[in-house]
């Protein structure tokens, strides 16, 4: 698992790439949060390179997400492949907004 942040604007690209599974989330949450939470900026997340994703992979977004909130700030995902969007949409949809491209996701934060 690798990523990458990227300032777009006022808000944060956190773009992931490979598997999340428990070796990979394990190895890389803190640097995940300790990177997007305590700046508290708008972050969109790039799924779009992740091929896999585990429980504990959502743990880490729902983390994030909230840790963003109690900085006011707000997380949205975007370009998941479609077996990771369908095990999203059965687990945290109501929790993480997700929507198919970076430019809806930088709307969707403004809403």
Do not use: C, W, Y
Not at 84 to 90: C, D
Not at 97 to 111: F, G, I, Q, S
Request: glycine share 6%; no cysteine; hydrophobic share 45%.
């Amino acid at each position: 698992m690798e990523f990458e942040l990227t300032p777009v604007g006022e808000a944060t690209r956190l773009s992931l790439r490979g598997r999340l599974d428990t070796a990979t989330v394990e190895a890389m949450q803190s640097q995940v949060l300790e990177s997007i939470v305590p700046p508290g900026r708008d972050t969109i997340v790039d799924l779009s390179g992740v091929s896999f994703l585990a429980s504990q992979g959502v743990r880490l977004l729902i983390t994030a997400t909230h840790g963003l909130r109690q900085h006011n700030a707000s997380l949205v995902l975007f370009g998941a492949q479609p077996l990771v969007a369908e095990s999203l949409n059965l687990v945290i949809r109501q929790v993480i907004p997700m929507t198919d491209t970076e430019a809806h996701a930088l709307e969707r934060l403004k809403t």
